[in-house]
């Protein structure tokens, strides 16, 4: 029997059924909502959009300058900030939700404990079971 040190799992090679026994606290459910918010099509389709804005914005303001002519630096900051902005924003709500969940619905990220077998995956918890 060998034991994965990461994940401090026991793995018997001969068994059927490995069981795996989750507490999350607020800061590793943070890391895994900043992980998804990568992840998701959606976010990635609004990041692509605002960046394109913003370089559309950056190119318009060098091609037609005002009065006072054109600032290279006021110029190409959209570019870096627009992104830049959202992922705070982002992140801010991810904060949020992960002190809130950790907070008042902690049964939901604490003694979760997951049980593979050759039939698929059964997950146990306080709050809900599903398989």
């Not at 001969?14 to 026994?21: A, E, H, I, N, S």
């Not at 992980?35 to 960046?51: D, E, G, P």
């Not at 959202?86 to 991810?94: D, T, V, Y």
């Amino acid at each position: 029997m060998g034991k994965n040190r990461k994940f401090g799992l026991k793995i018997n090679s001969l068994r059927d059924t490995y069981t795996v026994t989750t507490d999350l606290t607020w800061q590793q459910y943070f890391r895994l909502v900043l992980y998804n918010l990568v992840r998701t099509k959606a976010i990635r389709l609004i990041f692509s959009f605002v960046t394109c804005i913003a370089v559309l914005d950056s190119v318009l303001n060098i091609a037609v300058p005002g009065k006072n002519g054109v600032n290279l630096l006021e110029a190409l900051a959209p570019i870096m900030l627009a992104p830049l902005v959202l992922f705070l924003f982002f992140s801010g709500l991810g904060l949020l939700s992960a002190v809130y969940v950790s907070k008042y619905k902690a049964q939901l990220i604490k003694g979760i404990t997951y049980k593979f077998t050759h039939w698929g995956m059964e997950r146990t918890g306080q709050a809900s079971d599903a398989s």
